[in-house]
């Protein structure tokens, strides 16, 4: 099974931009298709963003289209989430979570291995 380690959260004010990294150990992560979800205190996780596993297609939830990026490095076993044009709803913890079957799901049920999160803040 792989391993999910995300970084690159913290505070930042509204319109500024972040870069979450999820370093993956373990097993060929060029096998799995890979997705961000976030939550917020009280809310339900919700997907954000995801790619297949060559990096060819990414999917975004409608809120951060358009101003979020998904994209992944193979050899560097790293997966990225580039977040521009941040606004306080998008305050979170950020979860990277790795999907083995062939469909990219936008349903966190089907992801079956999940990184610890990194907390995003956007201050108004």
């Known amino acids: 099974q792989v391993q999910l380690v995300e970084s690159g959260g913290g505070l930042v004010q509204a319109g500024g931009s972040l870069r979450l990294s999820c370093a993956a150990s373990g097993r060929t992560f060029s096998n799995y298709n890979m997705g961000w979800f976030r939550q917020a205190p009280g809310k339900e996780r919700e997907f954000v963003a995801a790619i297949t596993r060559s990096g060819g297609n990414t999917y975004y939830a409608d809120s951060v289209k358009g101003r979020f990026t998904i994209s992944r490095h193979n050899a560097k076993n790293t997966l990225f989430l580039q977040m521009n044009s941040l606004n306080p709803e998008d305050t979170a913890v950020y979860f990277c979570?790795?999907?083995?079957?062939?469909?990219?799901?936008?349903?966190?049920?089907?992801?079956?291995?999940w990184g610890q999160g990194t907390q995003v803040t956007v201050s108004s």
């Open positions: 979570a790795a999907d083995g079957s062939l469909l990219v799901h936008t349903n966190r049920r089907e992801y079956s291995t």
